[in-house]
């Protein structure tokens, strides 16, 4: 699923993100990316979202070679991730059902298909009944949970989610992570950044550890 | 919580590849044509509802963007319509265009009739007056104030004039016709005066160059008008730009909904120079149907022709669309995801 052949990034003010990273991630696979502030977790995403792209090395995902997509070929990649991110990115004056059903409007999908699967989505992540409010009117967790509906809405092939648990509770952060479990079940690939070890330690999957820019980890996390 | 089972999934597909034609990539979306013309056509019109309620929800601002664009439409279209018009009442006197034929000064009287009723009775010549050496002094003495001085006069250098109203106008004809007159015997000139109507037309052409060059300014300051707007609502919708194209909105999907808006700034400005220039003409033409009285004439402006309507309100959209489409493509590629 992604192929990451010592893949390094440096910015144009000579800082490095990432050295010459190599691993695999198979399809269908849960990970975690860990590691402090900086370790290059977030380069990592953004590289795999087609933000930025790669100055060394082969990154592929799927087959494809993201270092040499072209730009038009990058809504249609990121058509088929789906992405969580710790602040959520939720337009504030849409509703919960037209933040959730974004991704499918863009798909061109039609109202009554739209209408079934943000209902899916939301009753996904227990907001089925929020649909009609506004993100303003929701706790953080609740956002949280939408941003999920919507990285889920049009059954991405791969989830990726940047700290998402960063601003919640552990409990909520517990739930979250089972929404994500039951994602990952049907057959969607889940690859999350986050630095909350203990709750990473509790789900047993693989963890990639990051220390400035370096892959110095690779295995079940403990 | 209580996560509820979500329906099946299909199996995760290949990532990236770009679809051919449609929108979809989706697994099990693989909607026959008139599902994808119905959710074209959907998404369309959701742009255009969406642009018309952001347009709607600023009305004050909104109004006064179609107004700046409807002065810039109207002083053109003003402008164009009021030459149209000297062009009309220019016509009108060209059509009155008349060839003098002085004869010799020893021709007799009963030659000037003849004379006439030759000219009177050909083809292109739809009417012939004589005026005799007597008339024509009497008219001089009258409108030159010389009368006492010209009664001085050992004798009445006047000579007698056949003054003929051809029934085309055209110079060309006119021309010809004054040679064949100038012929005929006991003419001594054929005298056409053109001068003026070329001076006027002349002057209409300077008049249209004028128009043209103004059209092309008042265009592109219509450009930045709508270009600067667009450029704002670009601003005020970046956090939005943003996410559409995280989850996959192409760049034409972004740029849609500010072309609608472009486009109805356009059908605004449109209507609304419309209005000013039915309405401005109407105010010019009570003025100008009592100065044309004073003159005798029946003369009135013309309004806005239904045409000429149409076509400002086709070109404002158009003009609307353009500055969108130019201010959306110039900004599109600094809203990149953060």
């Known amino acids: ?222 | 919580m209580s996560a509820t089972r979500m329906p099946p999934p299909q199996p995760a597909q290949r990532v990236g590849a770009a679809p051919k034609k449609h929108e979809s990539n989706t697994p099990g979306d693989d909607p026959d044509f008139r599902s994808q013309l119905t959710a074209w056509l959907e998404s369309h019109r959701a742009s255009l509802v969406d642009s018309l309620r952001r347009l709607t929800k600023q009305p004050i601002g909104s109004f006064f963007t179609c107004l700046v664009m409807a002065v810039a439409l109207s002083l053109p279209m003003g402008l164009a319509l009021l030459l149209d018009n000297v062009e009309r009442l220019g016509g009108s006197w060209q059509r009155a265009a008349q060839i003098s034929l002085f004869l010799q000064v020893d021709a007799s009287e009963a030659e000037g009739q003849a004379l006439r009723e030759q000219i009177a009775a050909m083809d292109d010549v739809a009417a012939a007056d004589w005026i005799s050496r007597e008339q024509a002094l009497q008219e001089f003495q009258q409108q030159s104030g010389l009368g006492e001085a010209l009664k001085e006069l050992p004798e009445n250098p006047l000579p007698g004039v056949v003054l003929v109203t051809p029934r085309e106008v055209d110079k060309v004809t006119l021309e010809a016709l004054r040679l064949r007159l100038a012929d005929l015997p006991r003419v001594e000139q054929a005298q056409l005066d053109l001068v003026w109507v070329e001076r006027l037309t002349a002057i209409l052409s300077l008049g249209d160059r004028f128009v043209f060059g103004l059209t092309l300014l008042l265009v592109m300051a219509l450009l930045l008008v709508i270009g600067n707007t667009i450029r704002l609502h670009i601003e005020n919708r970046r956090t939005e730009i943003e996410v559409i194209k995280l989850v996959g909105g192409t760049d034409s999907y972004v740029r849609r909904p500010f072309l609608y808006m472009g486009a109805l700034y356009g059908l605004g400005a449109g209507l609304l120079a419309w209005l000013v220039l039915a309405y401005g003409l109407g105010w010019l033409n009570d003025a100008v149907i009592r100065l044309a009285g004073l003159y005798g004439s029946d003369f009135a402006l013309a309004g806005v022709p239904a045409g000429d309507g149409l076509s400002l309100l086709l070109g404002a959209v158009l003009l609307g669309y353009i500055g969108a489409w130019l201010a959306v493509a110039r900004h599109l590629n600094e809203l990149q995801p953060r």
Do not use: C, W
């Not at chain 1, 809504?75 to 849409?94: A, C, K, M, S």
């Not at chain 1, 939301?122 to 949280?144: H, I, M, N, Y």
């Open chain 1, 1 to 222: 699923m992604i192929k990451f052949e010592q893949v390094g990034k440096r910015y144009p003010n000579g800082h490095v993100g990432l050295h010459e990273l190599s691993f695999r991630v198979r399809r269908g696979e849960f990970l975690f990316v860990t590691g402090h502030s900086g370790a290059g977790k977030s380069t990592l995403l953004r590289l795999l979202l087609a933000m930025e792209r790669p100055t060394t090395g082969k990154l592929l995902l799927a087959g494809q070679d993201l270092g040499q997509i072209t730009n038009a070929q990058i809504p249609y990649l990121r058509r088929q991730i789906g992405v969580v991110f710790q602040n959520h990115q939720l337009l504030f004056d849409r509703s919960v059902f037209d933040n959730v059903a974004l991704p499918l409007q863009i798909l061109g999908l039609s109202k009554p298909e739209i209408s079934k699967r943000v209902g899916a989505a939301l009753e996904r992540v227990s907001l089925a009944d929020k649909a009609e409010q506004f993100p303003g009117e929701l706790s953080t967790g609740q956002q949280q949970r939408v941003g999920i509906a919507r990285a889920i809405v049009h059954r991405p092939a791969l989830l990726l989610a940047d700290e998402p648990t960063g601003n919640l509770d552990p409990r909520l952060a517990a739930e979250i992570m089972g929404v994500f479990e039951d994602i990952n079940r049907l057959g969607t690939s889940v690859l999350i950044a986050s630095h909350d070890l203990a709750l990473i330690a509790r789900m047993r999957h693989r963890m990639l550890t990051l220390q400035r820019g370096r892959l110095i980890g690779d295995g079940e996390a403990v």
